[in-house]
């Protein structure tokens, strides 16, 4: 599972990715897929009447919508559309590697050593960058 921190101009496609948990690839498993709104608000009579969710039954004023495999497409081909910069990397320190999300490797690297300073914190910036390696996931 990855996530990125992602906002979507698309208000409509932005419903989908924060529903699936804002994932790389839409196509695959995700560790969420459900959307809550207010079930008798104009939000839930859009998604009732879309092929991109199922589900909207009222459960105490409240709806929970799934987004369908449609729906997963449809976002899939949004964010080729826009180009979303975001990719996979993987980054190799000290034998270990780690898959991170990023728009570019520099970022994937700083990413890295955010991660692994939290519990390595003697580890200077400068010996970091010397010992990991990026590239980019297939």
């Known amino acids: 599972m990855t996530q990125i921190n992602r906002y979507l ?3 409509h496609m932005d ?3 924060h529903a699936l948990g804002r994932p790389l690839d839409p196509m695959a498993e995700t ?3 459900h959307y809550v709104t207010d079930a008798n608000g104009t939000e839930a009579e859009e998604m009732r009447a879309s ?3 199922r589900g ?3 459960v105490t004023g409240m709806a929970t919508f799934h987004v369908t495999g449609d729906g997963c497409k449809a976002l899939t081909d949004h964010l080729k ?3 979303d910069p975001h990719r996979a990397f993987v980054v190799t ?3 270990f590697d780690a898959t991170v999300v990023s ?4 970022k994937a690297r700083y990413e890295y050593w955010l991660r692994v300073s939290d519990c390595w914190p003697d580890l200077k910036f400068s010996e970091f960058l010397r010992g990991a390696k990026v590239l980019r996931a297939v």
């Open 56 to 58: 909207g039954n009222d």
């Open 93 to 95: 320190f000290d034998g």
């Open 81 to 83: 559309q826009i180009r």
């Open 51 to 53: 092929p991109l969710w």
């Open 15 to 17: 419903r989908i990715d």
């Open 103 to 106: 728009t570019s490797p520099a």
């Open 31 to 33: 560790y969420r897929n």
């Open 9 to 11: 101009e698309d208000e």
